[in-house]
């Protein structure tokens, strides 16, 4: 994008690498700022830049870039609707080792409610570029990108269309509606094929554009399903569930359960255990689709 667009600049806030801003610091130099351990400045100084004709790129762990920077990014960024790219790194618990204090599980619910701020959520490396090329290209204003840390299944097309606003249906079956978001979206794929052996068939959604949100595809699933399930890396109250939840209540409600953090935190601990212990995997869905059935109205 740096390559294309000589107004975008880059910030870290000390971890460059582990955040993947190396490659802009390495290749454009003169267009690279490291603020430090410093992220509230980091987000003033890209407003500042972003007010002087740049499109500032600043990114660091989700849980201080976003929870750090409120202030900073409701007044100074939001407020005047400036095109600042935020990129929210080590996102949900499957930051694993790292503990609690790094696990980002409540950054998509403060954002929802930024007025101006785009919240996008890609399930894999090919949707994260597509995300950063949409940032720019599809959106001048701020934009928040949400990744994680562990490799993970890249599983997306690179042909496959990413818009701001919208979803893809990656899956289809009227049992159930499966609406996931980030790397939950595999889990969810994983999990449609489970439950198909035990002749339960779902639509599976990838929601990677969480505000704005595809309220059409939303509905247009639900009334083919008549029930649903949301599954998401972050806590259950205001994340990506309770803004599908807030679609179906004003326009068509129907049998929901959620998969997601269930108002705790986290702790230190291999990633794939940590999912599993706190109901965030594959299994967990299966289970919450099985829950939901019996609720279902027919």
Known sequence: VAERYTNVVGLGSDITISVGMDAIARNFPERFFSMGIAEQNAMGVAAGLALEGKI??????????????LDQLRVSVCYNKLPVKIGGAHS?????????THQALED??????????????????????????????????PVYIRYGREAVPDFTHINDKFCVGKSDVVAEGNDCAIYATGHMVWEAMMAYEMLKHD????????????KPIDTETIIQTAKFCNCAVTAEEHQQMGGMGSAVLEILARNYPIPVEMVG??????????PQELMAKYGL????????????????IL
């Open 108 to 141: 998509i619910a403060a954002l929802r409610a930024l007025p101006y701020l785009v919240v996008l959520s890609p399930a894999d490396a090919t949707q994260t570029e597509k995300a950063v090329w949409a940032a720019v290209e599809q959106y001048d204003g």
């Open 261 to 270: 953090m269930n108002d705790c935190f986290g702790e230190s601990g291999n």
């Open 56 to 69: 500032p790129f600043v990114a660091s762990y989700a849980t201080f870039i976003v929870m750090r920077t």
């Open 281 to 296: 995997d594959r299994h967990a869905i299966v289970k919450a689709v099985k829950r939901v059935l019996q609720r279902k």
């Open 92 to 100: 949900g618990i499957s930051v694993g080792p790292d503990g609690a």
């Open 199 to 210: 002749g339960i068939e779902c639509t599976v959604v990838n929601l990677y554009s969480i």
